[in-house]
Structures are given as C-alpha cells and as structure tokens.
C-alpha cells in the first residue's frame, strides 16, 4: 500500500503500556508479509515527570514540556499521526494538539465514542486518580448523555497500588483484586466498565466474572491508529464491533 501514513508513538507513559500497544498495532493488523505493516517510530519518554503527580498536586513538575519535545522528535522523525497510549496524559491534550503539526489521536473522546455506539449508559471508571481527578471522561461522558462512575476512596486505592506499587514495578498482579473493584462499580448498576489506564491493559481479562462487561481504551486507541494509518484491523475480540 503507497497510501499508509506513518504512526508516531508519543510512548513511556509508562514504558511497558507503549510495549503492549506496539505489540496490538502489530498483531492486529491485516498483513500477510513485513511490508503489509504499518510503519511506526516508538518515543519511549519514560524520563517523563509523573502525569498524576503534578495534576493532583503532589509534585510542580509539569510533563508538559517533555511530551511536547517529544511530539516535536517523532514529527521531524516522519511521523503523519501520533498516538498516545497513556490516559492522564490527555489532560494535556489541547496543548499537545496545539503544538503538533500532525494529528494527535485522542484516547478519551474515542473511547467514550466507542461506548456510547455500543449503548451503554452509565459507565464504570477504572483509572488513575489524575485522570479521575482531571475530570477527561466525566466532561466526555456528560456530552454523549453517559453517566460516568468512580471508584470509592477504598477501592480507587486499590486500583492505584495496583498500578505503581504492582505494575509500575514490575510486580506480578493477581486480578483478584482488579476485578472485586470492577464488581464494586458493576453492583452500583455500571453497564460498561472503562479500563482508563493503559497500564491496567496489562492485566489478562480471561478469568473475568462473566457479568463484568470491559472496554479498554487501548484497545479502543489501537484499533483506530490502525485504521487512521491506512491498515486494517483484525482480531479485537474483546471490542464489541
């Protein structure tokens, strides 16, 4: 294909999520030899300042200027579009569109789209706490007519020792623990719970209680780089297509 556009991946946020989504843009797309593939550049920023830490107030380093210089290396790298597979990164989202010259996808507002098409209606959030305090889904959510949920204080702090005392540090994770906070949102009447946080992508939804009903925005991102770069995406079985 002459007609693909070459994917910039803004990734290190955190460095094994951009791993995984890398491998999804690589598994699912329709190729049947290398050059059936998309092109892509891989920015790992992983020296990036912690997003959450500065949106909620515990550090004043903002990531801003480190993921703006990155989007500025992957466009003059050859970059058409960039991804950026990280959710409480995209409460910067409009200064990074802004000072990019080629599209920036947006994680949130694709996400919400996507639900609101499979007609859910009140939505279960399972993210880090600066991306639940940065308000990005609740104002989607609200748009498109969705309520969005939150974990309470009890379980929101189990989903974050999941992700920086488990994942961020190499830890394995048992589910156990992820999915009795997804069944807490799913008993408050959530008919779709969102996994807000690419990191939580890591965690294997096989042995998930058949009732709890999951959405993983990147799965949501990876499918739509594929189809924005010029590919065609198989094999997402987990999306309700």
Do not use: W
């Not at 010259?101 to 919400?112: H, M, Q």
């Not at 007609?119 to 639940?132: F, M």
């Not at 990005?136 to 939150?150: T, W």
Request: some cysteine; charged content about 25%; aromatic content about 6%.
């Amino acid at each position: 294909m002459t007609d693909k556009r070459k994917l910039g991946i803004l990734g290190g946020l955190g460095p094994m999520a951009s791993v995984i989504f890398y491998k999804m843009i690589t598994e699912h797309t329709k190729a049947s030899c290398d050059q059936d593939h998309l092109d892509v550049i891989v920015l790992s920023g992983a020296s990036t300042p912690d997003r959450t830490e500065f949106i909620t107030g515990k550090c004043n380093v903002s990531p801003l200027p480190k993921m703006i210089e990155g989007i500025e290396l992957l466009e003059n790298a050859g970059a058409e579009i960039i991804s950026v597979p990280c959710n409480t990164a995209h409460f910067f989202y409009d200064e990074l569109n802004k000072a990019s010259r080629v599209p920036v996808l947006n994680i949130v507002e694709l996400t919400a789209g996507y639900i609101k098409r499979i007609g859910a209606k009140r939505v279960g959030l399972l993210a880090t706490d600066g991306t639940i305090q940065s308000g990005s889904y609740k104002r989607e959510c609200d748009r498109l007519g969705m309520e969005c949920i939150v974990p309470d204080e009890y379980n929101q702090k189990i989903i974050m020792d999941i992700i920086y005392n488990k994942i961020k540090n190499n830890n394995d994770t048992d589910p156990t623990d992820f999915f009795e906070v997804a069944k807490s949102l799913h008993e408050r009447n959530c008919d779709c719970l969102l996994i807000g946080c690419t990191e939580l992508s890591l965690i294997p939804l096989d042995n998930a209680p058949s009732e709890l009903r999951f959405v993983d925005s990147l799965e949501v991102l990876a499918k739509v780089s594929i189809e924005e770069c010029g590919c065609e995406p198989i094999g997402f079985d987990n999306l309700m297509l």
